[in-house]
């Protein structure tokens, strides 16, 4: 089994004019861990996806990825090349091409490793690694009886089934670290347990490691090892789903919205 990646996040600020939409948050997510990471709207979740993945440099504090016994310090790194370090991120808001069809965004996302090369130039290896990916699109949106949008472009899919494809699209690739922004979005409820079920499938076939922002949190917590809580900008809590479900602190912080 290959490994997964370990997060740290050690004491991010990020600030925005007046506005700290995190105050030195740290996190440490173990390699090959499922993590769920929750919090009120406007408490700082995207906010953290986006310095890991580095659409934003924060203020203060780093980031660090440990793959394959090294420790990188990613701080500051442009998001291709954090991408290419092995972390894969879905958006809130899907982002699929809308001129290529559903097949053609999840092909974007396969890890066609050194055949994506010049080095890789004899075609019939091209054609076999082609369709090894075109075969593996297939198999994801067959398990979600989706097959019959693979041809379809993005303005003619539903709202749930656009969301779903931006997360399926995540999953093509061979990531370390998966960061997932709200998949549960918009989705029925039996592709949502579905997901949740692929999402463990793939962690113990390839030991990859998930950090998943989401607001329906029951479903959530039947698919996470661990969970940590975010309230205006700060961690206010973290543990397994058990604990942080009955934590005060986090009871509170939800129905004071
Ligand atoms: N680019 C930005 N410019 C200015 N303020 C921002 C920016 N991005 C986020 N913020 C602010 O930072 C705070 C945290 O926002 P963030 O989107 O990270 O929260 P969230 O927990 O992901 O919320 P939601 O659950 O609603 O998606 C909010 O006050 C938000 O208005």
Redesign the pocket.
């Known amino acids: 089994m290959s490994m997964g990646a370990k997060l740290i996040v050690e004491k991010v600020t990020k600030r925005?004019?007046g506005?700290v939409?995190l105050n030195r948050v740290s996190i440490n997510v173990p390699s090959s861990l499922i993590v769920g990471l929750i919090?009120?709207?406007?408490?700082?979740?995207?906010?953290?996806f986006?310095v890991v993945t580095g659409y934003y440099t924060p203020d203060e504090g780093q980031v660090l990825i440990e793959g394959s016994s090294r420790v990188v310090d990613i701080t500051g790194w442009n998001p291709d090349r954090i991408s290419r370090l092995g972390v894969a991120r879905t958006f809130?808001i899907p982002r699929l091409i809308p001129s290529l069809t559903v097949l053609e965004n999840m092909l974007l996302f396969y890890d066609y490793g050194s055949c994506a090369s010049i080095t890789c130039s004899l075609r019939r290896k091209w054609v076999d690694v082609e369709e090894a990916a075109i075969a593996r699109a297939m198999s994801i949106l067959r398990e979600f009886g989706l097959e019959s949008i693979a041809r379809k472009r993005p303005a003619e899919l539903s709202a749930g089934h656009l969301k779903l494809v931006e997360t399926l699209r995540g999953l093509m690739s061979d990531a370390k670290l998966f960061m997932l922004d709200?998949p549960f979005a918009g989705v029925e409820s039996w592709m949502a347990r579905k997901l949740t079920e692929t999402i463990r499938k793939i962690n113990r076939e390839k030991g990859s490691t998930f950090v998943i922002?989401e607001?329906r949190i029951t479903e959530l917590l039947e698919g996470v090892d661990y969970v940590y809580v975010?309230h205006n900008?700060s961690l206010l809590a973290e543990g397994k789903p058990g604990e942080v479900v009955s934590d005060e602190r986090v009871i509170k912080a939800y129905l004071g919205k």
Do not use: D, M, Y
Not at 39 to 48: A, E, I, R, W
């Open positions: 925005f004019g506005v939409a919090g009120p709207n406007g408490s700082g979740k995207t906010t953290l986006n809130q709200e922002i607001h975010l900008g």
